[in-house]
């Protein structure tokens, strides 16, 4: 079964109701393939609103959350280390992010595919 790892913007943009975003994420939830990566956790409940909070630890309460462990972040710091060196100015957290794709085979769902120069993760595309 796929899983498909949103990133913080897919998550506030279904949750806001914008489509394609909100249908996608209903049907990844229905079909239980939505997956949390921790890191988005902290991103979206650091700039929540109170009625958003709500919604988003039904969620969390349903499905938690991909862990960071040593392999995720050993690998977040081999992207880092890589891109950072073709002159890509990537966050470690977005490198986390790819790291958890990576490691639960899980494909990642953004609108900023900037953030993510990985070759070697797969990436959702509309």
């Not at 806001?16 to 239980?32: F, T, Y």
């Not at 690998?75 to 957290?93: E, I, M, S, T, W």
Request: with cysteine; proline share 3%; glycine share 4%.
């Amino acid at each position: 079964m796929q899983l498909y790892v949103v990133d913080t913007n897919i998550l506030i943009y279904a949750l806001s109701g914008q489509n394609p975003w909100a249908d996608l994420v209903r049907e990844w939830i229905k079909n239980k393939q939505f997956a949390l990566s921790s890191i988005v956790v902290a991103e979206f409940l650091a700039g929540a609103k109170e009625d958003e909070i709500n919604i988003f630890e039904a969620l969390l309460d349903k499905f938690g959350s991909l862990p960071i462990d040593t392999a995720a972040a050993r690998l977040a710091a081999d992207y880092r280390r890589k891109y950072v060196k073709q002159g890509n100015k990537l966050k470690l957290p977005d490198c986390l992010i790819a790291a958890t794709c990576k490691l639960y085979h899980a494909t990642l769902v953004t609108a900023n595919t900037r953030d993510y120069p990985m070759d070697d993760i797969t990436k959702f595309k509309v």
